[in-house]
Nanobody, 114 residues
């Protein structure tokens, strides 16, 4: 059974940066699209960014120009570089593998506050 483990969250001041990582167990990591989602306090989970198997990327308007998604297939890892962080970026960040099939990690908390 595939497992996804996020890391890299923490407390950061507005304007700061963090890099999230998501390590995926199992085979054939490179064929799957990977995505990052987030869920802020009292909010529904929302899509943040996606990277395809061909490394094409897409971003939510709210993070475009500030966040960068990337992948290292040799390490079965997807990253989310987050710059110019704002208090409204505070959320639990989840990574997702697929489709086909959908697998989620348990999330990592990012808090942006002075």
């Amino acid at each position: 059974q595939v497992q996804l483990v996020e890391s890299g969250g923490g407390l950061v001041q507005p304007g700061g940066s963090l890099r999230l990582s998501c390590v995926v167990s199992g085979r054939s990591f490179s064929i799957y699209p990977m995505g990052w989602y987030r869920q802020g306090p009292g909010q529904q989970r929302e899509w943040v960014a996606t990277i395809t198997s061909g490394r094409s990327t897409n971003y939510a308007d709210s993070v475009k120009g500030r966040f960068t998604i990337s992948r290292d297939n040799a390490k079965n890892t997807v990253y989310l570089q987050m710059n110019s962080l704002k208090p409204e970026d505070t959320a639990v960040y989840y990574c997702k593998r697929g489709p086909p099939g959908l697998s989620w990690g348990k999330g990592t908390l990012v808090t942006v506050s002075s």
